[in-house]
């Protein structure tokens, strides 16, 4: 049975447009748009729906009606999921034409604006896209998206909520692994990971920091050296006197070896030897010192005099 858009306006209070339309197997798919003016805020979105987001049954409890329920389940539909394939189709060429002309970052930004704009590119949700449906839509594997948006945060130029693109929107944030800590640090309790705890948490103090001080950028309280990404001396200085604080304390037992108890110290001394061997290749690789104090202390020696050559006889 086709979409009755004026029979589902009037059930759901808002105005329904039909922006797009398939058929198949006798089976309408449409793309609508909800609008809702007179609401507090607006509402306005696109959704891709079909027959079965409409075929509902009453729910009847104690004799009276409560709400209705789906017949058919709409997240489980054949021919959504056949309209999703055929738009992403279409969708992709220019996509890949940008890919190709200039670079994964243009083209990630292209489908962003497309989103926003309203297009449909054969995502999930109309109204928003999944960096994973971007790299789909892109045929690059999520090894190369992670990067690109990095690079395309540290330009703000976009963020992510989530894993959904979303605009970049100036304001203090920091950085990036100190969010990571403090997703932890909120979440673990709960269940690591527990939906949006952190990013409620962080969103609250950033916006607290954002609003009652001077710092309205990470740059402004960390430097720019510290942000997006604390500057790796950081994190190996922090990282090696949190492991062998741990340690130390672990060792003196009670609640701190109680709480290592799940932890593979094998498997993590065999890591530390990996990371280890990556260091000092690192550091003879390139000349970085292997002992700062000796380094120092040759600073501080006088250097040899420089032997004369000797007369020559005439």
Request: proline share 6%; net charge neutral; aromatic share 8%.
């Amino acid at each position: 049975m086709p979409i009755d858009i004026e029979k589902e306006s009037a059930a759901s209070g808002c105005v329904l447009t039909k922006l797009r339309q398939w058929s198949h197997l006798d089976h309408e798919v449409a793309l609508v748009r909800y609008e809702k003016k007179d609401a507090d805020p607006p509402y306005a979105h696109t959704h891709l729906v079909c027959e079965c987001d409409f075929d509902v049954k009453p729910v009847v409890r104690d004799g009276k009606t409560i709400g209705v329920e789906h017949v058919r389940d709409p997240e489980k539909c054949a021919s959504k999921d056949a309209v999703r394939a055929l738009v992403k189709l279409e969708m992709k060429r220019p996509l890949l034409a940008t890919l190709r002309a200039s670079g994964l970052k243009a083209a990630i930004l292209e489908a962003h604006a497309k989103v926003k704009a309203g297009e449909y590119l054969g995502q999930r949700y109309a109204c928003m896209i999944y960096a994973q449906e971007v790299a789909e839509l892109l045929e690059v594997g999520m090894t190369d998206m992670h990067p690109a948006l990095a690079e395309l945060f540290a330009e703000e130029k976009i963020d992510l909520n989530g894993m959904i693109l979303a605009d970049y929107v100036p304001r203090f944030r920091f950085p990036r692994e100190i969010q990571q800590l403090f997703r932890m640090l909120v979440e673990a309790p709960l269940g690591w990971p527990n939906g949006d705890a952190g990013d409620c948490f962080l969103a609250t103090v950033e916006g607290a920091i954002h609003e009652g001080t001077d710092f309205k950028h990470g740059k402004d309280a960390f430097w720019p050296h510290n942000f997006p990404h604390l500057a790796a001396s950081h994190l190996v200085e922090f990282g090696h006197h949190w492991l062998a604080s741990a340690l130390a304390r672990a060792e003196r037992g009670g609640a701190d070896r109680e709480d290592l108890r799940f932890t593979d110290c094998e498997w993590l001394a065999a890591d530390l030897e990996r990371l280890a061997a990556g260091y000092r290749a690192l550091g003879k690789a390139h000349g970085f010192p292997q002992n700062p104090l000796a380094r120092q202390e040759a600073k501080k020696a006088p250097a040899p005099k420089k032997r004369r050559s000797p007369k020559k006889r005439r």
